[in-house]
């Protein structure tokens, strides 16, 4: 069964470094959102991607936040200069286009601890 | 309460009870979807339920949706240890990228 992949599954980094996360989304999908879940709360929505491009975005994905696809395969977020409070689980989903009511598929996230 | 509140925030059972989990939500929606998540794992998808339905079944999962109400439960029969888990309702609202917004789960604990 097709599966979104998450890579790495753990990452420690050094506050103010950057870090990339990368996710591989299900080959026949288009539209491809990072997620977030701090330990213990809720999962948040960051961004959304469709066609190359930005689709929407929170208020958490600032200017510290950047997403790319570079290849026919790799959807990346990048966060510029780590701070401490985004250490947190994220997580990459994607899903087909064309009917609203589709689901999204979810990688198994990669943990960012940020010391 | 935000989009997607869960209750209760924690729910304990013995094998074989059916469990019960409510979402609320407070716009209007395109669907609702429940998710589980085992501790420290990724999401994974149960159930997706429009806003014209009221009622979906999937094996031992029993999803109602009450759009009037703006709110949904989550029933789970038969329980089995291995159900002990996260369990998270999504809404899709508008925009075009349909994004999710989770609430912030029921831990369920199904004890052998």
């Known amino acids: 069964e097709p599966e979104v992949t998450q890579t790495p599954s753990h990452q420690v980094t050094q506050m103010g470094q950057e870090v990339i996360l990368r996710c591989v989304p299900i080959?026949?999908?288009?539209?491809f959102y990072w997620y977030r879940q701090i330990l213990g709360q809720k999962v948040e929505f960051l961004v959304s991607?469709?066609?190359?491009?930005?689709?929407?975005k929170s208020e958490i994905f600032d200017d510290q936040f950047s997403v790319e696809r570079p290849d026919g395969s790799n959807f990346t977020l990048k966060i510029r200069s780590t701070k401490l409070e985004d250490s947190a689980m994220y997580f990459c989903?994607?899903?087909?286009?064309?009917?609203?009511?589709?689901?999204?598929?979810f990688g198994q996230g990669t943990r960012l601890t940020v010391v | 309460s935000q989009q997607g509140e869960e209750d209760p925030q924690a729910l304990s059972i013995q094998e074989g009870e059916n469990a019960t989990m409510n979402c609320s939500y407070k716009?209007?929606?395109?669907?609702l979807q429940w998710y589980r998540q085992n501790s420290g794992r990724g999401l994974v998808h149960l159930i997706l339920?429009?806003?014209?339905?009221r009622e979906k079944h999937s094996g031992r999962l029993r999803v109602t949706l009450d759009t009037s109400k703006k709110s949904s439960s989550l029933l789970i029969t038969a329980s089995r240890a291995a159900d002990t888990a996260s369990y998270f309702c999504?809404?899709?609202?508008?925009?075009?990228?349909?994004?999710?917004?989770f609430g912030s789960g029921t831990q369920l604990t199904v004890l052998p």
């Open positions: 080959s026949n999908h288009l539209y």
């Open positions: 991607f469709y066609n190359n491009e930005i689709s929407e």
């Open positions: 716009t209007s929606i395109n669907n």
């Open positions: 999504a809404t899709v609202t508008s925009g075009s990228a349909r994004q999710l917004t």
């Open positions: 339920i429009r806003s014209n339905e």
């Open positions: 989903a994607s899903r087909q286009e064309g009917a609203m009511n589709t689901e999204a598929f």
